[in-house]
């Protein structure tokens, strides 16, 4: 997420404090080696992601993303508050559980610019509706990003049995905001939500990190009831994103373990199912950028995030 608007205000840096402390419990013994490749030549290995915890390989899923050329503003239709409707569950150990991906941002969302900047209640205060995200240097869209890791999510957790929603899927102008997004996973009554990012710091600034839940009550907004299964979520996220994919976590936000505590994010605040956000990279360090515009990074980035929803699941 670009750190520009609603829910993305950056948080002030911490100074680290040592080696990886945060979730590396849920850390397999191959991350680490995944990490030294990552450090080394910039980029996971060719292992396509071994260690896998439940979610089966498959072929990534078509992206429904529209192209890289701009469209001609129209009206503005008015967004549908309806999520994408998942495809009937398949049988499978995650069978009658409910998965809501979030992708962050909206690819129509630069085209309407006084919808997005109107405010929302947030619970504990007002902010813009939703940003249009960030983008690498050669233009690659975190809107893209998002939606197409979101389709490739769909598929492994469908073939898991479990019945997945989107909050949006490309099909409405711009949005939701992000009190709608919270809003979809409460009504869906999700086991399990992820809203999927890309961060927009500075060059050097590399590797992923997942955002947790504060314990926020004031307002309209109670986390109380999901801080620590939300943590639970965000810890299994990290571990299997470092396995399967080989980056590293964050070395600018956080203690160095990959997990960042918020309270000042609707789409958190206002949730009442356990949810967390992930920021796979940073779109601006090229090193970062050269894997996020990578359909088998993605793929991979997909297979770490789907994992680490399927361990949380299954407990």
Request: charge should be neutral; glycine fraction near 14%; include cysteine.
């Amino acid at each position: 997420m670009s750190y520009v608007g609603p829910d993305f205000e950056p948080p002030q840096p911490r100074r680290r404090r040592g080696p990886l402390t945060v979730a590396l419990a849920a850390l397999v013994p191959g991350a680490l080696l995944g990490w030294l490749v990552y450090e080394t030549v910039g980029g996971p290995g060719d292992d396509g992601g071994s260690g896998r915890a439940g979610v089966r390989s498959s072929s990534p899923a078509a992206s429904s993303a529209p192209s890289d050329d701009a469209k001609e503003p129209s009206a503005s239709p008015k967004p549908t508050a309806t999520p994408s409707a998942s495809a009937p569950a398949a049988s499978g150990p995650l069978k009658g559980k409910v998965v809501v991906i979030d992708p962050g941002h909206n690819p129509g969302n630069f085209q309407h610019a006084s919808e997005i900047n109107r405010k929302v209640n947030i619970g504990t205060n007002s902010k813009e509706c939703d940003t249009t995200g960030t983008s690498t240097n050669d233009g690659y869209t975190e809107a893209k990003f998002t939606l197409d890791v979101a389709h490739r999510m769909r598929t492994l957790l469908q073939e898991q049995g479990a019945t997945v929603k989107l909050t949006q899927d490309g099909d409405r102008p711009f949005g939701p905001c992000v009190d709608e997004r919270a809003r979809i996973g409460n009504q869906a009554k999700a086991d399990a939500v992820v809203s999927i990012h890309a961060d927009g710091s500075g060059a050097g600034n590399r590797g992923f990190h997942v955002i947790l839940p504060g314990a926020v009550h004031a307002g309209a907004a109670d986390t109380r009831a999901i801080v620590g299964a939300s943590r639970d979520l965000g810890e299994r996220v990290a571990g299997r994103f470092v396995a399967v994919t080989g980056s590293a976590p964050s070395n600018y936000i956080g203690d160095g373990g990959g997990l960042v505590t918020r309270e000042d994010l609707g789409g958190l605040n206002l949730s009442t199912v356990p949810k967390v956000f992930i920021e796979c990279g940073n779109m601006r360090d090229s090193k970062d950028a050269a894997l996020l515009t990578s359909g088998a990074w993605r793929q991979k980035a997909a297979q770490g995030i789907s994992e680490g929803i399927v361990s949380f699941l299954r407990g």
